[in-house]
């Protein structure tokens, strides 16, 4: 079975540039998430969704960021204006059911993401 | 105070050796646990899950949960090069948490 897929793998981009990152849950996954990785801050959960629907984005640094889902297989992530200081590896994850209850998260290969 | 605390690190051990990685959470009411393990330039994956107290043993992997204290373990027993990674703590109770990881590098 296929895991979680994600693209680009890699971006390279200038400042100011719209960003979008994709990804694809594993079918018949009901959460899907979002989550930014650097040195310093270690792994940040951004977004998450629960069957399509956002349920908690306090995560998200700012307005410059929005998620979608807009159907069960199919979630982006999209930075608008891009700035240096959101270089990062994003991931996606998804799990089958609430991972608070005891359901593994499993994490796609992740965007590395570089803003110059 | 962050919801899960571990050592960043990095943890170095001689292969052969058990390596012990440590974490502490603040949320009282947390239920589930989960160590997470994370080559360098991959994904997270998870390794074990451990939901009541006391040992839970995975071949050479055994994870310890102590609930009154707020603090959950793993022991890697013989280490080997290839454990070489970072160690991610996670915590389910409200909300799901990981903590920052811990690096270790097992010696040959």
């Known amino acids: 079975d296929a895991g979680v897929i994600q693209s680009p793998r890699h971006e390279v981009t200038e400042m100011g540039q719209e960003v979008t990152l994709r990804c694809k849950p594993i079918s018949g996954h009901d959460y899907l998430f979002w989550y930014r990785q650097t040195m310093m801050r270690g792994l940040e959960l951004l977004i998450y969704f629960n069957n399509n629907v956002p349920i908690d984005d306090s995560g998200m640094p700012e307005d410059r960021f929005s998620a979608k889902m807009p159907n069960a297989s199919f979630s982006t992530l999209k930075i608008q204006p891009s700035e240096p200081r959101d270089s990062a590896v994003y991931f996606c994850?998804?799990?089958?059911?609430?991972?608070?209850?005891?359901?593994?998260?499993?994490f796609g290969e992740g965007s590395w993401l570089t803003v110059v | 105070q962050k919801e899960v605390e571990q050592n960043s690190g990095p943890l170095s051990v001689p292969e052969g050796a058990i390596a012990s990685l440590n974490c502490t959470y603040s949320?009282?009411?947390?239920?589930?646990f989960f160590w997470y393990r994370q080559y360098s330039g991959k994904s997270p994956e998870l390794i074990m899950s451990?939901?009541?107290?006391g040992d839970k043993e995975d071949g050479r992997f055994t994870a310890q949960l102590n609930k009154a204290s707020q603090y959950v373990s793993l022991l890697i027993r013989d280490s080997q090069p290839s454990d070489s990674a970072t160690y991610l703590c996670a915590v389910a109770g409200n909300q799901f948490y990981f903590g920052t990881g811990t690096s270790l590098t097992v010696i040959p």
């Open positions: 994850a998804s799990s089958i059911r609430d991972p608070r209850s005891g359901n593994t998260i499993y």
């Open positions: 949320d009282r009411g947390s239920q589930s």
């Open positions: 451990i939901y009541s107290n």
